[in-house]
């Protein structure tokens, strides 16, 4: 490698690398492509709910590890509100609650869904993984894996466009979850691009910050991998 190519990239050349990572977003897995294409069965849009559950579960324990971590007080008032967003507050019960509403939606029962037993051996794998890299890596590398938030929105209104008209038998409760991350996700990658951009200045750091993002788009894609195995998907020729 040349001199020239050893040099960091302008914080501006390192954020188009980072967004770039968008084109292995999960929005991109067979299993997506046909949930919103509007090709999955009750089955297996129910087993995608129910999967997504241990994550949903996952996202404040994580936090919680990487808050832990965090020296600076003023990073753990910002950070705290991604634990409150989806643990909820008395009158505010915030995103777990959110997707037991989409469980309900969907024609699932609570008490299975909470008993975590139907969730798939690589989904909890990958989500165990992504808990465990919070909690044991610096907390700057931590905020980083958590820039997949950077493409989140999109999915979110891909959802919202799809699937009432092509899963009319979901009740329109059960959306509020999609809605309520429209937000939320942008507010929280301010934060977070803004510690990555700051943390990660030599050009083998910022190389270092796209391995860890694309380790969580990894992360998504492997959840995504077991349930296409599990469930199938609704266009076989997608696989």
């Known amino acids: 490698m040349g001199a020239a190519e050893n040099l960091p990239w302008t914080k501006e050349e390192f954020e188009a690398q980072l967004r770039a990572k968008g084109s292995r977003y999960h929005i991109y897995h067979p299993y997506h492509?046909?949930?919103?294409?509007?090709?999955?069965?009750?089955?297996?849009?129910?087993?995608?709910?129910?999967?997504?559950?241990?994550?949903?579960?996952?996202?404040?324990i994580k936090d919680a590890g990487i808050m832990s971590n965090m020296p600076d007080r003023?990073?753990?008032?910002?950070?705290?509100?991604?634990?409150?967003d989806h643990d909820g507050t008395q009158g505010d019960e915030g995103g777990i609650e959110a997707w037991l509403t989409l469980a309900d939606a969907v024609g699932l029962d609570r008490a299975?869904?909470?008993?975590?037993?139907?969730?798939?051996?690589?989904?909890?794998?990958?989500?165990d993984a992504y808990i465990n890299f919070g909690r044991t890596r610096p907390w700057q590398e931590a905020v980083?894996?958590?820039?997949?938030?950077?493409?989140?929105?999109?999915?979110?209104?891909?959802?919202?466009?799809?699937?009432?008209?092509?899963?009319p038998w979901i009740d329109q409760a059960g959306y509020a979850y999609f809605r309520k991350r429209l937000s939320e996700a942008r507010r929280d990658v301010e934060h977070?691009?803004?510690v990555t951009l700051q943390y990660f200045k030599t050009r083998e750091q910022q190389e270092r910050a796209l391995d860890i993002?694309?380790?969580?788009l990894d992360v998504l894609w492997t959840m995504c991998d077991a349930m296409a195995i599990n469930y199938g998907i609704g266009d076989r020729t997608l696989l």
Not at 74 to 84: F, G, K, P, S
Not at 144 to 167: D, G, M, V
Request: include cysteine.
């Open 33 to 60: 492509v046909a949930m919103n294409s509007g090709k999955l069965t009750r089955e297996q849009i129910q087993g995608w709910v129910c999967n997504r559950f241990y994550y949903q579960i996952a996202i404040p």
């Open 74 to 84: 003023e990073h753990r008032r910002l950070w705290i509100q991604r634990i409150i």
């Open 112 to 127: 299975e869904v909470t008993s975590l037993k139907h969730v798939l051996p690589g989904v909890r794998f990958a989500i």
């Open 144 to 167: 980083c894996s958590s820039l997949t938030e950077l493409f989140a929105p999109e999915i979110h209104k891909e959802r919202l466009a799809n699937w009432p008209q092509h899963y």
């Open 192 to 194: 977070g691009l803004r």
């Open 213 to 216: 993002l694309q380790f969580k």
